[in-house]
Structure formats: C-alpha cells, structure tokens
C-alpha cells in the first residue's frame, strides 16, 4: 500500500467532518438512480470503491439492497461510516484497501466508483485498474464510473487527477465494456462551488 496515499487520506478523514470535504452528498442521487435504473436484483453483489463517508450505503440498504462491499484506502472513513450507519453496517462487508492492491475473492454485478478511478494519473496504474474490473465485475455486470470531466478541477483533495470525455473514457475501457450511457453533472460542493462530472454506465461483455 503507499502509506504516503493512506496517511493523506486518513489525515483528511480523521480531521474533517464528512461536510468539510468538497465532494460530500447529502443524498447521492445520481449514483442511486442508475443504479436503480440498470433494473438489477436487490441480491446484486454490489462494492463501492472508495466509498469514504459516502452514504449511498443507507439509501441502498433502505431499499432493500443487501449484498453490499465497502472499499475505501482510509481506516478513518471506514470507521466513521460504521459508526454513521449503526446496526445498518452489519448488513456490509468492510475492506480497507488501497485499489490498486486489491484482490477480491468474488465477482461484483455492480462496481460503483465516484472520483476514486480519476485520482489515478499514471497509464499503468489506469491499466491495472482497468484490469482489476475486467477480471472482477461479472458477466453481463455493470461498471459506474464518475470522474471530472474536461470541464472540471485539475485537482482535488491537493491532488492532480485525470480528466475524461466521453470518448476517452468509453476507449479506456472499451476492450471487455459497452458504454450504455454516459452524461455530465454539476455538483454543488458543500461551499457553493461546482464540479462538472462525468458519469459513465459500462456493461460488460
């Protein structure tokens, strides 16, 4: 693990109430309306990477989802979710993992990334991740994927990050994914600013 990578990001999370931070959602509508409307079973296995102190898990878990895999590189997010979700956390299996070293031991039918996959500037470490859910999202399983799109910040968290149009994200995954949709989106940070992402649906081949 690049314990550089991990203290920055505990040091974020241990530091920063979960509206501090300028991608904090409220309700993560976007990410739970494709999932509802890719129509799949509530036992869909379904893993949010880099789900930090995200809480698309209680919208999930309140509909009826019940299959669900947290990832995140933080030991402190991954705490202070628990915590937020109470008796609700059991109902999810907790990894604290950099991406990159990650080695799931079961496919996913739903890979659920906002803003983990643009942090990642190196062409090999985008070709290992593009491996990574190659192998690892099941036959006919789907890849969501949010990243800032040309329009959006050069950096985040005081990190550089890569930045996607719809033909450069549907090129790096196009060898085992069908891009179904792919739409841009203005978030509003808790300060009043915007981001414009880009949000892209993948189904595997």
């Known amino acids: 693990m690049n314990n550089n990578l991990k203290n920055h990001w505990d040091n974020?999370?241990?530091?920063?109430n979960e509206d501090d931070v300028s991608w904090f959602?409220?309700?993560?509508?976007?990410?739970?309306?494709i999932i509802n409307s890719i129509n799949v079973k509530k036992q869909s296995k379904i893993i949010d990477v880099g789900s930090g102190r995200s809480r698309l898990f209680k919208s999930l878990i309140e509909q009826g989802?019940?299959?669900?895999?947290?990832?995140?590189?933080?030991?402190?997010?991954?705490?202070?979710?628990?915590?937020?979700?109470?008796?609700?956390?059991?109902?999810?299996?907790?990894?604290?993992k950099d991406i990159l070293n990650f080695e799931p031991i079961q496919k996913y039918d739903i890979w659920h990334d906002r803003a983990v996959f643009?942090?990642?500037?190196?062409?090999?470490?985008?070709?290992?991740?593009?491996?990574?859910v190659s192998r690892n999202i099941s036959n006919d399983g789907y890849l969501i994927?949010?990243?800032?799109?040309?329009?959006?910040?050069?950096?985040?968290?005081?990190?550089?990050?890569?930045?996607?149009?719809?033909?450069?994200?549907?090129?790096?995954?196009?060898?085992?994914?069908?891009?179904?949709?792919?739409?841009?989106?203005?978030?509003?940070?808790?300060?009043?600013?915007?981001?414009n992402f880009l949000f892209s649906i993948f189904k595997k081949h």
């Open 12 to 16: 974020i999370y241990h530091s920063k």
């Open 25 to 33: 959602q409220k309700i993560p509508e976007t990410s739970i309306d």
């Open 65 to 96: 989802y019940d299959n669900l895999t947290y990832l995140d590189i933080s030991k402190s997010a991954a705490k202070k979710s628990r915590n937020f979700l109470g008796e609700q956390s059991k109902k999810i299996e907790w990894i604290v």
């Open 118 to 132: 643009h942090f990642l500037t190196d062409q090999s470490q985008i070709k290992q991740y593009v491996d990574l």
């Open 145 to 195: 994927i949010g990243t800032f799109s040309k329009n959006g910040p050069s950096k985040c968290s005081g990190l550089s990050v890569s930045r996607y149009t719809k033909q450069l994200i549907q090129e790096t995954f196009i060898k085992n994914f069908e891009l179904i949709d792919s739409f841009h989106i203005d978030h509003i940070t808790p300060f009043n600013t915007t981001q």
